[in-house]
Every structure is written in C-alpha cells, then in structure tokens.
C-alpha cells in the first residue's frame, strides 16, 4: 500500500485493497515496527497477454448489454469510481493500483471473433465493446486490438457498439465511416464532467471533457450515429454539471444522452473513500452520505433496475435535472437502429461469384 501520507499523482487509486480470493499478502498493519518501507510501489505500467478460448460474453442481466467483448482487462485511465476494479482480482490483482498499472491484453481477439462469427450457429447482435473497461486506453495505441476488432466487424458487417473516453477512437475513422454506412456503429462518448480540475483527479489519465465533445462534434459531422453518457453522477461533486454537460453534448452533435448513478461496489468502496477523504476532506464525509441516501444507506448496490439511477430524494432530485436538462437542449433524441440484415460470412460472399 501507500504511504497515506503520499498522493500518488497520475493515480486515480491511492492504495491497493486486499483481495478477497488470495489466501495471503504482505501487509504493513504495524507499520511503526518497520525499519523501511516493505513495499516500494511499481508505478510503471506492465501489460501482459492473455489467450482466452472465447470472447464474446453473454449477459444475465437486463440494465447492460446483451453482448459484451473486452479486449482488455484493467485500465490505465484510472478512474477512481470505475466498477470494473473489482474484476481485477479475479486475476489475483488488486482492484486498487494494480487495476491501473497491470493491464491483461488479448492479442487473439480478432481471430477468435472472426471464428464466433464463422460459425453457422451465430445468430447476428449489437456486440458492445467495452462493457468493463475501455477499448480506447493507452495501451491500445500500441496493439491495436479494438482496431482489429473492427476490421472483422467491417468484414462481416456485423453490428457492433462502442463506449470510450479517448480521442484515440479517431485513428479508426475510416472503418466507422464503413460501418455507419450499413447503420452498424453507434458510438457513446463517456463525459461526467467539464471541470478539468476535478477531471484530473477524478479520471487522471483521460482526455479532458472538451476534448471528448470534440470528438463527439467530429463523429457526428462525419455520419457515425454518437451519443454522450454521463457516467457516472456523483452527487456532491459533478452533479451540478448535467444541465451544461447535456447542452454541449447537443451542440456538439450528439444523438442522445443518457446518465448513470455512481454505485461503490465491494473494494471500489473502499478505494473512493480513501481518494476523497484525501482529494476532498472538506466535502468527504458528505458526498459519500449523498451516495448511501441513493442506494438504500450503503455505498453500493447491485439491484437490477435499481442500481443504474438509484432511488431516494437525491437521486430523484438528479433525475429530475437530467431530464429538464434533456427537454431545454435536446428536446428531440434521435432514435437507431441496428441493421442485422447486411451480416454476411466471407464464404456467403464467394458464392455470389
């Protein structure tokens, strides 16, 4: 762990949590018996490759997406609300530093999609990337993955949907331009606040919030169907940003815009408590009591239904500013649909010659 005396910078965790699958771990509990400190943090970040046999997830649930595909696992963004820390010690890392520094890459992604795709089983639907973390990290620059990954989907014309909040998504302009042409892209832009201040501690590593209406601004001018998600809404910190956040979203060109409630899940709890009592103390104790009056008096939730907007006087009170918010600036949402007919196989195409 660190210092807590020390704030990382560049860091959107302060610590790393315990893992609750690993059986042992080095602690410094009495930290006034050691002569010098027992772990000196790597704040370098390492990637390493995983070579799963599928990846293409199917969800049980009804508020996320049917399917999902993660070319990566951890983020290097290091948002420090970001529920997908936790699925970061599946792999016997922490959900704290080690979600931002130890980044699993799947090389093998295209060619396994392009196999699922191949098979006559496959029954053509919207594939989200990313439901976990985002496609568009830095590391992304380098592998190209999620590039490659939208090559097969040009290939096969198969729909797909995209969240990120990294201009990076840019380099691929011409194979979105491709698949906007046959209604196959809709693409969400993640924006949860303007202020660049509390952007860079908040979500250290990310491009600012106006540079992610810039590339809303440049997908929509070049026909990629793009929509803003205000994600997530931390009441007492960026809450009061939803009426200017959605009026630059419809200027920008954006087709919707929807929000999401934070929730503090497991050890992502205990990260964000650690960073604002250490970002905020002035304000701490009182943004995580507005987060408890929304999910029924605990940090997290994970009701279905419930989780993504909470409930209770606060988060009907946000819900409210969100959708006279909607109604002043984007009075008219335009509607897409996924085109499911242009899917074709390589051999379906052979055989027209």
């Known amino acids: 762990m660190s210092n807590e005396s020390e704030y990382i910078k560049g860091r959107g965790s302060q610590l790393n949590t315990k893992n609750k699958y690993r059986k042992s771990e080095y602690v410094t509990d009495h930290i006034e018996g050691l002569d010098e400190p027992l772990i000196i943090p790597d704040l370098k970040t390492k990637v390493t490759f995983e070579y799963p046999k599928s990846v293409v997830n199917k969800s049980v649930n009804a508020d996320v997406p049917a399917l999902s595909l993660n070319p990566y696992q951890g983020c290097?963004?290091?948002?420090?609300?970001?529920?997908?820390?936790?699925?970061?010690?599946?792999?016997?890392?922490?959900?704290?530093?080690?979600f931002e520094r130890n980044i699993i890459a799947k090389p093998d992604?295209?060619?396994?999609?392009?196999?699922?795709?191949?098979?006559?089983?496959?029954?053509?639907?919207?594939?989200?990337?990313?439901?976990?973390?985002?496609?568009?990290?830095?590391?992304?620059?380098?592998?190209?993955?999620?590039?490659?990954?939208?090559?097969?989907?040009?290939?096969?014309?198969?729909?797909?949907?995209?969240?990120?909040?990294?201009?990076?998504?840019?380099?691929?302009?011409?194979?979105?331009?491709?698949?906007?042409?046959?209604?196959?892209?809709?693409?969400?832009?993640?924006?949860?606040?303007?202020?660049?201040?509390?952007?860079?501690?908040?979500e250290p590593r990310t491009v600012t919030g106006k540079g992610r209406l810039k590339v809303v601004e440049t997908l929509a001018k070049n026909g990629i169907p793009v929509g803003v998600m205000i994600g997530p809404v931390i009441p007492g910190l960026?809450?009061?940003?939803?009426?200017?956040?959605?009026?630059?979203?419809?200027?920008?060109?954006?087709?919707?815009?929807?929000?999401?409630?934070?929730?503090?899940?497991?050890?992502?709890?205990?990260?964000?408590?650690?960073?604002?009592?250490?970002?905020?103390?002035?304000?701490?104790?009182?943004?995580?009591?507005?987060?408890?009056?929304?999910?029924?008096?605990?940090?997290?939730?994970s009701r279905v239904g419930v989780r993504m907007t909470g409930e209770g006087n606060i988060a009907e009170s946000i819900r409210q500013l969100f959708d006279i918010s909607v109604k002043k600036y984007l009075p008219v949402s335009a509607d897409f649909k996924f085109n499911l007919a242009a899917f074709k196989r390589p051999q379906d195409q052979l055989s027209l010659f």
């Open 76 to 98: 290097e963004h290091g948002c420090v609300y970001c529920y997908a820390r936790n699925t970061h010690q599946y792999w016997g890392f922490s959900a704290g530093l080690d």
């Open 238 to 301: 960026n809450n009061t940003e939803i009426p200017e956040i959605v009026k630059q979203s419809a200027l920008a060109g954006a087709r919707n815009v929807n929000y999401i409630l934070v929730r503090l899940n497991d050890s992502v709890a205990d990260i964000f408590s650690d960073w604002i009592h250490k970002t905020f103390p002035d304000r701490a104790s009182k943004v995580l009591g507005m987060i408890k009056d929304c999910h029924g008096g605990t940090l997290g939730d």
């Open 109 to 202: 992604a295209p060619a396994i999609l392009e196999k699922t795709f191949m098979k006559k089983s496959w029954v053509p639907a919207p594939v989200f990337i990313s439901g976990n973390t985002d496609c568009y990290q830095p590391v992304e620059r380098d592998l190209k993955i999620t590039r490659k990954l939208l090559e097969v989907m040009v290939k096969f014309r198969h729909p797909v949907s995209l969240i990120t909040k990294n201009s990076l998504i840019l380099r691929d302009l011409d194979l979105l331009k491709d698949l906007a042409s046959d209604n196959l892209i809709h693409v969400m832009l993640s924006i949860n606040s303007l202020n660049e201040d509390l952007r860079q501690k908040m």
